[in-house]
């Protein structure tokens, strides 16, 4: 039985989040926690607008979540540990019958960072494949949703510094990597790109996820992440990425329009250089919800770009540099689940 993961321009049925809790990521300022609070809140106000949004709220934090959360977003209470749902939970594709299943990758915490906590997130996807009665598919491959991103049609682009992570997949070779994910989701051409943004490869970050670099807003075209200051190492990065890229064609054999999409104009934060990408961005119904990084110019020139790349659908913006702050953005932290086939 043959599974494929729909691109996210599909028609979904809902949006699954994971409310922050306490822990590392949130850090033990209070100040700082309510703002990351908050901003996980107006991802998903945002995306209530557009579709129904279910909340995976840990029982530590379900106070706080009733606290920021209206009544439009569904609660429903479970023990987590990371709340970036996209990594943690599952992937779901259907098979050639329309049967909804979940694919259950293994989640080491991005890679065995020493800082992270997952043993108690190895059961979320098989948990929430249950809420919506979807088979639960396991994989043996580590990998995280924002690891991937697909076209619907057989195309999957993916990082070497993901999937070969020794910290991952100590064992696989591409071509095991490849036959995993033409089982799992469907890939019949997986493109490599050779690495990440350079903020990942830092404290909090995933080694290099795809989510932060490129998406595919319809099939043979690539929104590809800009950095267009010479004075940040991801300028360099980007270019190398977009040659990379020129060289390659999608499941169809097309080669890709690549369409650049800006980074904002500040280059660093209180860390070190910014991986702040607009590529990072939320595919909904009807609408696209974009990171937002308090540049209006920049911010604005994102909205045109996303509103062409996708034609018929809003676009809508949300401070996202508490999320960016401690790792990923508006895509890391969603999960869309696609609507059901006839």
């Not at 043993?119 to 491959?141: F, H, K, M």
């Not at 590529?279 to 911010?299: F, M, P, S, T």
Request: charged share 25%.
């Amino acid at each position: 039985m043959g599974w494929i993961m729909p691109a996210e321009t599909s028609p979904q049925e809902r949006i699954w989040m994971a409310f922050p809790r306490e822990g590392y990521t949130l850090g033990t300022d209070p100040e700082s926690a309510e703002e990351a609070r908050a901003a996980w809140s107006a991802v998903a106000h945002a995306a209530a607008e557009f579709e129904p949004v279910t909340m995976l709220v840990d029982p530590t934090a379900m106070a706080d979540a009733r606290r920021h959360l209206s009544a439009e977003v569904e609660l429903i209470e479970v023990p987590y540990s990371e709340f970036w749902l996209r990594d943690s939970g599952p992937t779901f594709v259907f098979d050639e019958s329309g049967k909804l299943g979940a694919v259950d990758w293994i989640f080491n915490g991005w890679g065995a960072t020493d800082w992270a906590d997952w043993e108690s997130d190895q059961a979320l996807a098989g948990y929430v494949a249950g809420l919506v009665d979807a088979e639960r598919i396991p994989s043996l491959l580590v990998n995280e949703g924002g690891a991937i991103h697909v076209d619907g049609e057989g195309t999957v682009l993916v990082t070497e510094t993901v999937q070969l992570d020794p910290h991952r997949n100590p064992f696989a070779d591409k071509e095991r990597v490849e036959a995993e994910l033409a089982r799992t989701i469907g890939a019949t051409k997986v493109v490599w790109i050779p690495r990440g943004l350079t903020r990942d490869y830092e404290e909090l970050g995933t080694r290099g996820h795809i989510d932060m670099v490129a998406a595919i807003p319809s099939p043979g075209t690539i929104l590809l992440h800009e950095q267009q200051n010479p004075e940040h190492p991801d300028f360099a990065v980007c270019r190398d990425l977009r040659r990379v890229l020129e060289e390659t064609t999608d499941a169809a054999g097309r080669p890709w329009e690549i369409i650049g999409l800006p980074a904002p104009t500040e280059l660093r934060d209180d860390k070190g250089f910014v991986d702040w990408s607009y590529v990072n961005h939320l595919v909904v119904n009807d609408g696209v919800i974009a990171c937002g990084y308090g540049d209006e110019r920049a911010d604005a020139r994102c909205r045109d770009i996303l509103a062409e790349a996708y034609p018929g659908r809003r676009v809508v913006t949300v401070e996202a540099r508490p999320i960016l702050s401690r790792g990923g953005g508006i895509h890391c932290i969603t999960q869309q689940q696609p609507a059901a086939r006839s």
